[in-house]
């Protein structure tokens, strides 16, 4: 074999190797893109909730002016949100919020004519729709988190993705006592 | 639970693969026959060209070898150019064809709350955008979903299934139908939809002509069949030395006969046949890997497994079905009497092997669970045709009696012979016997209608607020507890009606 031949087969190897590499490439920014939109799609719903929020609190202050802490609560946790950088400090105020979101509700079940109010009942249905919302936008952005972060930890786009600066893309976790389903006590009923 | 994701992009691959290669197969499947028509339609052209040229004087010029080579030439470029047209019509027109086949009528948001609600949740959860949904006014429960690619897809429920199954297997149902629009399984079966259909055509005519011969006298079509299939069979031992002298003379020609001579068989029994084979091979894994997918999306496979027990017991009777969209619904539409040769290929895996994969996932599912639904399924199945025969026999019973007591109370004694109580979540009222027209207005679980006549496939009812309206006889319902009150004297023939305005019960 004359040296030309071999030096053809090296620059053949070379440019197919240079190929697998765009393409590794082009998936891991493909994969972070998606996991970008997915977080986005979570994003409208917590703006959705969080626009929803001062109307509730006003209701619930008409029928219910003494209930103080628990508005203070939600008001709180809903500027958290608001604030809130990244998936991970996000997932953490989200939670605190739905359980501040929690009480109110049970606060509201001691005002009778509050609960009766249309306005009270259509934003307590649509906030419960909203929090599914986030449920299955949560459960999509997660899943697309694992397949990028899969992505840039295994060999041999893991190589592409240290030298890229690819980083691994964080969880939006579900509170372990938001996960459980609510129990209905029958003690407590007037 | 395996850590398999929603989307998984290499069963898409596959599916975008099979379809092109669908395509093609079909392509190769349907070109004899656009041949054939091709041919006709040349004979004809030959035919007037010949009688122009013969009086032109250019006679030779259309006549011998060349002449043939032209023929056959202008043949394949107008079988070619069919063949782009029906593959383009069939791109273009997939989905409306399949919806139309199906009687399947565009609902808005306002129309249908709860299943817009349901559907754009698991969009959110799949990823995908939001299908147009459809539903089918028909008592029967099943699904289906059609389109291209997930942008143009539309997600179809009969009337029948929102009335049987309640959110959680609502949800279980329209995942597996966004499964299946995810992984582009839907393409498949559109495209395929369209195609059988298609080849179907010229058998289907040949059929119902026969039919309608039949139909007038048997001896009409059994002439017809005599008249037309003796040549035919007596032909056979003719073409066949016919075909051996032409190889021995000249083997293009002798090709070229045989494949005339075969063609239409192939056009009406080979092409559907094939076209049937394609579909059952392709179709079948797609089933499992919807349901598992739609568990995944819904982490509640027993909400599927509950849905699709009710449906099997439930059935699709009354179901209007094209026995080539078949493949799309969820559970298998065909009725058990269907025929021999629809049924083997509509290519639904055995419905409990589906129960017992999807129970089998996550943590499993009681049989308890499922023996409620099938028991359900069941329930809905026989209310599909309410005792309404017993009931309407007594108010004529009565207008035969003299009857002496006022309108309002005899109003009041019938409607409690005929009166039932709705069960499904949400049943709409019309304004005439005819599920294609808007709806009146929904009613709502639990309200009271009597019924005042029947009227084919309808119920002619008086709602408790007063509202006259039609419903569907297959509408989930119940019947209201007769109180004590009518077993009167109103109702006994025997009893002489001797009222006292005082001594009504009631009163």
Not at chain 2, 176 to 191: C, K, M, S, V
Request: with cysteine.
């Amino acid at each position: 074999m004359g040296p030309a031949i071999i030096i053809g087969v090296v620059i053949g190897v070379i440019v197919l190797i240079a190929f697998v590499m765009v393409g590794m490439y082009n998936g891991l920014v493909r994969s972070r893109n998606r996991v970008g939109e997915a977080w986005s799609g979570i994003d409208v719903q917590l703006r959705r909730r969080a626009s929803l929020i001062p109307n509730l609190v006003e209701t619930v202050k008409g029928y219910a002016e003494h209930e103080r802490e628990t508005f203070e609560e939600v008001t709180r946790a809903r500027s958290m949100v608001e604030q809130a950088g990244g998936a991970g400090e996000a997932a953490g105020a989200n939670n605190m919020l739905t359980q501040a979101l929690r009480h109110l509700f049970a606060v509201a079940e001691n005002y009778p004519e509050l609960k009766a109010s249309t306005n009270f009942m259509e934003l307590q249905k649509e906030l419960s729709d909203i929090e599914e919302k986030i449920a299955f936008s949560r459960q999509f952005y997660n899943q697309n988190v694992l397949d990028y972060n899969n992505r840039i930890q295994t060999f041999p786009n893991a190589v592409i993705a240290r030298n890229f600066g690819f980083k691994e893309a964080e969880f939006f976790e579900a509170d372990e006592a938001g996960r459980e389903e609510v129990k209905v006590e029958f003690g407590s009923q007037d | 639970m395996t850590q398999e994701r929603v989307l998984i992009w290499d069963r898409i691959d596959a599916n975008r693969r099979n379809s092109r290669l669908l395509v093609l197969a079909f392509a190769a499947v349907l070109l004899p026959v656009a041949a054939y028509l091709a041919m006709y339609l040349m004979l004809w052209v030959a035919m007037v060209l010949g009688v122009m040229a013969a009086g032109v004087g250019l006679a030779d010029a259309v006549s011998g070898d060349s002449g043939f080579i032209v023929f056959a030439a202008v043949d394949g470029a107008v079988s070619v150019l069919i063949l782009l047209a029906v593959a383009y019509l069939q791109f273009r027109f997939a989905s409306a064809i399949v919806l139309r086949l199906a009687g399947a009528r565009p609902v808005t948001r306002a129309e249908e709350p709860e299943l817009w609600r349901t559907a754009e949740n698991l969009c959110i959860g799949a990823g995908l955008p939001q299908p147009r949904l459809h539903v089918v006014e028909s008592g029967a429960a099943n699904a289906f979903a059609t389109g291209l690619d997930p942008a143009r897809a539309s997600l179809v429920v009969t009337r029948g299934l929102l009335g049987l199954l309640d959110r959680r297997e609502l949800e279980g149902v329209v995942a597996h139908e966004l499964a299946q629009i995810a992984n582009y399984d839907t393409r498949l079966g559109t495209l395929l939809a369209v195609g059988v259909a298609l080849l179907r055509l010229p058998l289907g005519i040949v059929l119902a002509i026969f039919r309608f011969l039949f139909r007038i006298h048997w001896a009409v079509g059994w002439g017809l069949l005599l008249y037309l299939g003796l040549p035919v069979l007596a032909t056979i031992p003719f073409g066949i030395s016919l075909v051996d002298d032409m190889f021995a003379e000249d083997t293009l020609a002798g090709v070229l006969f045989t494949f005339a001579m075969l063609l239409p068989f192939y056009i009406f029994v080979g092409a559907p046949a094939s076209a049937y084979l394609l579909r059952r091979a392709v179709l079948r894994q797609h089933e499992y890997l919807a349901d598992a997918d739609a568990a995944l999306l819904t982490r509640y496979p027993e909400g599927l497994a509950r849905a699709l027990a009710k449906m099997s017991s439930a059935g699709s009777e009354g179901l209007r079905v094209a026995a080539a969209t078949a493949h799309l619904y969820v559970v298998d539409p065909l009725p058990a009497d269907a025929l021999l040769w629809d049924r083997i290929f509509s290519a639904h895996p055995p419905l409990d092997q589906r129960i017992a994969a999807v129970a089998a996932m996550g943590g499993g599912i009681p049989p308890s669970a499922l023996r409620e639904a099938e028991e359900a399924g069941a329930r809905f199945h026989s209310a599909a045709a309410p005792a309404v025969a017993a009931p309407a026999a007594a108010p004529a019973a009565r207008y035969g009696r003299p009857d002496p007591v006022e309108a309002a109370p005899t109003r009041g004694a019938e409607a409690a012979a005929t009166a039932f109580r709705l069960t499904g979540a949400s049943t709409p009222l019309y304004g005439t016997p005819d599920a294609a027209s808007a709806p009146l207005g929904q009613l709502a679980s639990g309200s009271v209608i009597t019924v005042l006549e029947e009227s084919g496939h309808f119920l002619r009812v008086l709602t408790s607020d007063d509202r006259f309206g039609y419903v569907l006889r297959s509408a989930p319902m119940e019947a209201v507890e007769q109180p004590a009150v009518a077993e009167s004297a109103f109702t006994d023939p025997e009893v002489e009606v001797l009222v006292e305005p005082d001594d009504r019960p009631g009163g």
